[in-house]
DNA sequence: CGCCAGGCCTGCACGC
DNA sequence: TGCGTGCAGGCCTGGC
């Protein structure tokens, strides 16, 4: 579930309830999560000073004084700040314990999450390493993502979802801003031009900033860190809602498939 | 029961 | 031959 919104979301969350703690011990109830984590976290962390929180794309990246706890929540991962001692529920499966007594909480029922250890530079970590731009910084804009576009023959949509090109937008807002701009999923990105792909930029930063400033979306699992959840799946324009009207025009959303992936659009408004 | 779901790495096939 | 590119499979559980 969670793309960009949601982990900037978690990001915010976590923060302040992480920052200048210090570890007290580790909890891996299940390790078998996209990669197992390593047995020497629970050597590693105890007694580091966390620095700060930050991200990149999807990636949390907890600044641990000298190496880094690098989480990402899959598809259906969450992250929570508990009292010490909050009985775990079955998909709980690990606990940072920090030294004021609360908990840092991953639940991820499908386990595609990853929790990872580097003493290295976070971002040169082999997954971090090959991201894209992240769509909210001030060099991200419609010239960027047409000089990444002259060669490419996979539609726009694909194109957004490429984590080597643009990192955090995944299947939700990439529908939702490609429905802002008014371009159809299926356009091949080469045949777009510089004036649509400053529309398109505009977009994506747009669609995110509202996204998380209505705390993400909330599709099954996904709350906050305090355990709030998101309410933007209730701005969606086409996202889930192939059959219904569109907001703009009231003609039907039209559904679909793109890489295995479902795309949502209006066939009126998006051209 | 089958199918679907917010991610994304890996391996393979293809064309230049 | 090598590289960029583009597919499909796989990892899991839960809900309809």
Not at 2 to 31: D, K, M, S, W
Request: charged residues 25%; contains cysteine; hydrophobic residues 35%.
């Amino acid at each position: 579930m969670p793309e960009l919104p949601e982990v900037e979301i978690t990001r915010r969350g976590l923060e302040p309830h992480l920052t200048g703690r210090r570890v007290a011990g580790v909890t891996v109830r299940n390790p078998n999560l996209r990669w197992p984590v390593a047995p020497e976290l629970s050597a590693r962390l105890p007694g580091r000073l966390v620095r700060g929180v930050s991200r990149r794309g999807k990636y949390l990246l907890v600044d641990c004084s000298g190496g880094w706890l690098i989480l990402h929540l899959g598809m259906s991962g969450s992250l929570r700040i508990l009292p010490a001692a909050s009985p775990p529920g079955k998909h709980d499966h690990f606990d940072l314990a920090l030294d004021d007594g609360t908990l840092l909480r991953l639940r991820d029922p499908r386990r595609f999450g990853a929790v990872l250890w580097t003493e290295t530079d976070a971002l040169r970590h082999p997954l971090l390493a090959g991201l894209g731009i992240e769509p909210l910084s001030p060099e991200f804009g419609g010239d960027w993502i047409y000089r990444q576009t002259r060669a490419r023959t996979a539609s726009i949509k694909q194109v957004l979802m490429d984590g080597r090109v643009v990192a955090g937008v995944g299947n939700i807002y990439a529908n939702e801003a490609l429905f802002r701009a008014g371009i159809r999923p299926q356009t091949p990105a080469r045949r777009i031009g510089r004036k649509r792909y400053g529309i398109l930029a505009d977009a994506v930063r747009e669609t995110l900033r509202l996204a998380i400033a209505a705390g993400g979306s909330t599709l099954r699992d996904f709350v906050g860190s305090d355990g709030a959840p998101g309410y933007f799946q209730q701005q969606y324009g086409v996202y889930g809602r192939a059959g219904l009207p569109c907001p703009h025009c009231g003609r039907p959303i039209a559904e679909v498939r793109q890489g295995q992936r479902s795309t949502c659009y209006c066939p009126r408004c998006q051209t």
